[in-house]
């Protein structure tokens, strides 16, 4: 099994002297999808802008082995001067894709992501949740072997965000990418990923990584089992020792 990502022994110092990572070692395979929790300022967001090569370790390395990289942001950064479909076709654009190749492959990432019809649409004229779903189609558009995702469903209600959860799940059961994701809810964590990471407060270390079992497409109704009840037990007890 290649590894997509591989953190090894990673510790993150700022020149302000924070330590926001101290030896970080994790590791993501094709068909992995990792949660990372852990308490505000730990470093989730410095770990996901190591892995994206937007900033550099201080020690230890990072491998990526994946010709194509997505990065969804928290906010939906669109362009409001362009439509839906042109805001996901700015991939195959940048790539210099041939025009109708581009537009269909940006057509099809907006129907995944429940969008048909809203193509036209401007940022502005979407709800956040449409927003975000844009996002997410330009981050898919790419055909990525790697997405990082940071905090992308924090602004959202609760409604929209289980929704968003449960696209988002099987759109990777769909595409299989290696997938990293942090967030602060521990139960978005156990619903969409085959691993979670639980981070303990600054200077980021991880205190635990817990396997989740089950297969891809979760359904809704997964969040009421008593197995899932227990393992987001584990989780937050891991999270509670370590805050
Ligand atoms: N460019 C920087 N220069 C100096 N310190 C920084 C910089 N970026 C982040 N930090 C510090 O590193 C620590 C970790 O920040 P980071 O943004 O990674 O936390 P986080 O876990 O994403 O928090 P949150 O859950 O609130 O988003 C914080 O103490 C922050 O102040
Ligand atoms: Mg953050």
Redesign the pocket.
């Known amino acids: 099994m290649t590894r997509t990502l591989v953190l090894d022994d990673v510790t993150?110092a700022?020149?302000?002297g924070?330590v926001?990572?101290e030896r970080v070692s994790l590791s993501v395979a094709a068909g992995e999808f990792v949660s990372v929790v852990?308490?505000?300022?730990?470093?989730?967001?410095?770990?996901?802008?190591l892995a994206s090569g937007l900033?550099e370790v201080t020690g230890g390395g990072i491998e990526v082995n994946a010709t194509s990289t997505s990065y969804v942001f928290?906010e939906a950064t669109l362009l409001e001067w362009r439509s839906a479909l042109r805001n996901v076709e700015l991939v195959g654009e940048l790539r210099g894709a041939p025009k109708a190749d581009r537009r269909r492959r940006a057509q099809e990432a907006l129907d995944l992501v429940g969008l048909s019809g809203f193509e036209k649409q401007h940022p502005r004229q979407l709800s956040g949740g449409m927003r975000m779903r844009v996002s997410i189609a330009r981050a898919l558009v790419a055909e990525p072997d790697l997405a990082l995702f940071?905090?992308p469903f924090g602004a959202l209600d609760e409604i929209t965000r289980l929704r968003m959860q449960t696209e988002l799940q099987s759109l990777f059961a769909l595409k299989n990418f290696a997938g990293l994701f942090?967030t602060?809810s521990v139960s978005e964590a156990v619903y969409l990923s085959t691993r979670v990471v639980v981070?303990s407060g600054?200077p980021?270390r991880v205190v635990a990584d817990i396997p989740v079992p089950w297969s891809y497409p979760r359904p809704p109704e997964l969040r009421y089992e008593p197995e899932f009840a227990a393992l987001t037990g584990e989780v937050s007890a891991a999270l509670g020792e370590h805050s």
């Open positions: 993150k700022f020149p302000t924070t926001a990572l852990g308490p505000s300022g730990c470093g989730k967001s410095t770990l996901l802008r900033d928290q940071d905090e942090i602060h981070m600054r980021g």
